[in-house]
C-alpha cells in the first residue's frame, strides 16, 4: 500500500502564496500519475493540477497560470504552488495518487488526509 502525507496548508491573504507538498511512502511498484484535489465547504471534490512522471501535466481553467504542480521522482514528493490566492480557493487541499503493486496488478488510488487552506482577510 501506499500512503500520503501532506503539508504545507494554513491562512494567507487574497494574493498570498501558498506551497503543499506531498509525500508518498511504502511499496508500490509505481506511483504514476499523482495530483491535489480539492473540496470546498458543501461542494464536491475537485481536480486541482496532476502531473505524471514523464513531466505532462494538465490543470482545470481554475488553476491555470497560478497554480503550478511539480513532481521529484527520487523523493515520491509533489508540490503545488499556489499563487495569487483568492478566498475561493479555501478548502481542504487532498494529495492523490495512482500506483500498482506489482507490474502486472490493476490500478489502485491512495488520497491523503487533507490540508486546510484558507484565504481570507
Known amino acids: 500500500q501506499v500512503q500520503l502525507v501532506e503539508s504545507g496548508g494554513g491562512l494567507v491573504q487574497p494574493g498570498g502564496s501558498l506551497r503543499l507538498s506531498c509525500v508518498a511512502s511504502?511499496?508500490?511498484?509505481?506511483?504514476?500519475?499523482m495530483g491535489w484535489y480539492r473540496q470546498a465547504p458543501g461542494k464536491q471534490r475537485e481536480l486541482v493540477a496532476v502531473?505524471?512522471?514523464?513531466?505532462?501535466?494538465n490543470y482545470p481553467d481554475s488553476a491555470k497560470g497560478r497554480f503550478t504542480i511539480s513532481r521529484d521522482n527520487a523523493k515520491n514528493t509533489v508540490y503545488l504552488q499556489m499563487n495569487n490566492l483568492k478566498p475561493e480557493d479555501t478548502a481542504v487541499y487532498y494529495c492523490?495518487?495512482?500506483?500498482?503493486?506489482?507490474?502486472?496488478?490493476?490500478?489502485?488510488?491512495?488520497w491523503g488526509q487533507g490540508t486546510l487552506v484558507t484565504v481570507s482577510s
Open positions: 502531473i505524471f512522471s514523464g513531466g505532462r501535466t
Open positions: 492523490n495518487a495512482n500506483f500498482r503493486e506489482t507490474w502486472n496488478s490493476g490500478v489502485l488510488d491512495a
Open positions: 511504502g511499496r508500490a511498484f509505481s506511483i504514476d500519475p
